[in-house]
């Protein structure tokens, strides 16, 4: 090896036990460190020729850690993260109807969403979470919040054919939608995405112009779709076709489809998702906390479909955490296929971090530990009781790893946890405010 | 209120922010307190006049956390700790030929076992499980060990029709099962059930002697039923019997019967079940990551069975994790029976406590917080960002708790876990210990 007389200088070397690139695919380095300049990942390499090579003026040793991907949340509702456990264990509609939508009428403006934002950031980071794709209306507080608080979000883009606090008519909701995508222009870490509401709270002209608009902004179309076999039969008794199939008559069966859920399909939609690269963002536990169905997730990984992974919002789940989410889907992908060696650990990991990037159009940014992407990071501690033995670390983070083992997490280059400790949020003052809601919405 | 001049003296005051006691049912207490003396509840009741009529010794503020009975465990293979993750993702018959069973050959005997228990045992009690219902070989190790840490359990006595390191006659199994019971006569936390290892691996000959055997030492029957249809299915092309209706035959369905998985039934052995005060032991997280099916748990709730929760063994989980075992009984449970109200989180609560203690035949000592039970309690903080907002305690233990907000255990009035540390283990020293078990095992 020729010896480099000067080193590089550059902002961060992260010298960790073993790193979990997820590309390339199949890989667990041990004795490697990952080198970070600026917001970007500069060269994943043994840790000897990171030392010669580079001068970093910060270097983090990470001894019983595993540096892996941050995690992206592929379908949430943050701001709804204040009403975590408000009303649980009811049948869905009584839910909806008697507690969620009396809340959100009373509560639901800017000061809800931006201290429900903020809340949720707070977990996600404690999880290891760096990105969320994010699904509620006041996108414009939504943005706002997540931009200042450097938090990695596709910020959704509301259509729905009824009036609500944040637009009254079609129209207004579009204007919003286009003001909104506007002013996060220049926000490096925030992006948008529309968020047609679901295929039966939306119209074929909505559904077109949402079609046309998505391809000139180049953004992607974030759909509940197929949630419940009973939507797809509503569906069906109204048009005469399953959502789906309305979809593909509309033009939106593309690779700009983020489709969540996607429980009552049959095969032939899963191969069309295949083959048109839609994505599918795959919410196990909101899944069975509503009931709603088995979503077939290993047939979709065997048809080649980008499965990502979501936790949907914290009122169906009835957390934001990505390691729980991940092993609920391993575990249940198996018994669901009748096949024990069905949706792998590696899968699992795969589909929480990359497969995610790729859905929300990120996938050359982040997902992965590659050099030139952005370095969106997340340790996790290793040698507690729990952890021990320690045979395949990738089993180990999806079968046996809580959220609590993560130590430090990175955005964009920038340390967002240290050591548990969150860096840009007063973690006791943020629980005064949280408190504070709890109260009031208590007594709603 | 009368007041008394003198205080009564007594070991324990805890003073918490809630105490869920299970029994009465629905029911979550403030500004209550738990007493303690000896190894027994004395009293459940306000904090006031818990300082007014008792003096402690000692006193234990929680201003934080919510006071609970210990988890129960209702079934595991706590040796098999040290294999945890040893071979992931592959179909059940490759799993156990090619890996479990050759590790087991080269390295099952009294260190494996006694190794393997400390680690279980650090990982209940950080987890907040106060006693569990175990099933593996060398039970006498098993039960000195358990003795040795002040843990409660259950050790089963086991049973099978080949050698195993354990015994090699069937006579031989009987022996020692004897002799491992009289061995713990005088234990004060440590009981024996007789453990057939399952209908499939033992005769009728056996099965008429464990019935005879646990009536006369008046233990219970711990027994894998009805795991997969295949073995529902071999059982019938073997005998013509379904192996439940085998069970029936020899007299084993019964309120001596702990029945575990019942993944594979129907609503007449369900209801059988009920009928005969079979105990039920629902293992979700085995059952999905085995691929073993889907056992229809509100099915068994709403017919009256007494359900309790088990992990089943670390290398089918991969962890000894009650809190989350509970989570995903209470999601699983609802998308099974397709209804979002089926198995509440009280129900997940009281399964996961009381009739665990029921199905082991100590459902007048443990399992609730209740005046003259026996003293195992567990306490959870719930004052962290991913607690808040908090609108029901119960919901929030179930849906949003991880296990590592258990601060405090006691086991029969003994403090086994104080803020985290474990007060009788060294962890360190424990640790090293597991690795080189991990060694071991990998290089095997």
Redesign the interface.
């Known amino acids: 090896m020729s010896e480099s007389s000067e080193r590089t200088l550059v902002d961060l070397l992260i010298e960790p036990r073993w790193v979990l690139p997820i590309e390339p695919d199949d890989t667990v380095l041990e004795g490697h460190a990952v080198v970070v300049d600026g917001q970007r990942i500069v060269a994943v390499l043994p840790v000897a020729e990171a030392r010669q090579r580079f001068q970093p003026r910060e270097t983090v040793s990470l001894p019983e850690h595993v540096l892996m991907p941050g995690l992206v949340n592929a379908h949430t509702h943050n701001p709804m993260t204040?009403l975590?456990?408000?009303?649980?264990?009811?049948?869905?509609m009584t839910?909806l109807k008697d507690h969620i939508w009396p809340i959100e009428g009373k509560v639901m403006g800017p000061e809800f969403i931006r201290d429900g934002v903020e809340?949720a950031v707070?977990?996600m980071l404690?999880?290891g979470t760096t990105c969320a794709n994010e699904n509620y209306f006041f996108p414009d507080t939504i943005g706002a919040t997540y931009r200042r608080l450097g938090f990695r979000a596709v910020v959704g883009l509301p259509v729905i054919e009824f009036p609500t606090p944040w637009a009254n008519t079609r129209d207004e909701y579009f204007e919003r939608a286009l003001e909104t995508h506007d002013g996060l222009r220049d926000a490096p870490l925030q992006t948008t995405a529309f968020v047609p509401h679901a295929p039966y709270t939306v119209s074929d002209d909505s559904f077109e112009r949402i079609r046309v608009l998505s391809d000139q902004l180049d953004i992607p179309v974030h759909l509940h779709t197929h949630e419940t076999q009973k939507e797809v039969d509503d569906g069906v008794a109204e048009s005469g076709l399953r959502p789906f199939q309305r979809l593909q008559k509309l033009g939106l069966v593309n690779d700009r489809l983020i489709a969540v859920h996607m429980v009552a399909v049959n095969q032939a939609e899963i191969d069309a998702c295949a083959e048109a690269g839609v994505s599918v963002v795959h919410c196990p536990?909101s899944?069975?906390?509503?009931?709603?169905?088995?979503c077939p997730a290993e047939a979709f990984r065997k048809a080649g479909v980008n499965l990502a992974i979501g936790t949907d919002g914290?009122s169906s789940?009835?957390?934001l955490?990505m390691f729980?989410e991940m092993?609920?889907a391993?575990?249940?992908a198996?018994?669901v296929?009748?096949?024990?060696?069905?949706?792998?650990?590696?899968f699992a990991l795969r589909a929480a971090t990359l497969n995610g990037a790729r859905a929300i159009g990120l996938g050359d940014e982040v997902g992965s530990i590659v050099a030139g992407k952005q370095a969106d990071l997340t340790a996790v501690r290793m040698?507690q009781?729990?952890s021990?033995?320690?045979?395949?670390v990738r089993?180990?983070l999806v079968?046996?790893t809580?959220?609590?083992q993560v130590s430090d997490v990175w955005i964009a280059g920038q340390r967002k946890l240290t050591d548990r400790a969150l860096v840009d949020i007063d973690?006791g003052e943020?629980?005064d405010r949280?408190?504070a809601?709890?109260q009031r919405?208590?007594a709603i």
Do not use: M
Request: charged share 25%.
């Open positions: 204040l975590r456990g408000v009303a649980d264990d009811l049948p869905l839910w809340l707070a977990e404690r999880g536990e899944n069975l906390k509503l009931a709603s169905g088995f914290c789940n009835n957390d955490d729980g092993r609920t391993a575990q249940l198996k018994a296929a009748g096949d024990a060696a069905a949706f792998s650990a590696a040698d009781l729990e021990l033995p320690l045979y395949d089993s180990q079968y046996a809580g959220r609590h973690e943020l629980a949280t408190r809601w709890g919405i208590g």
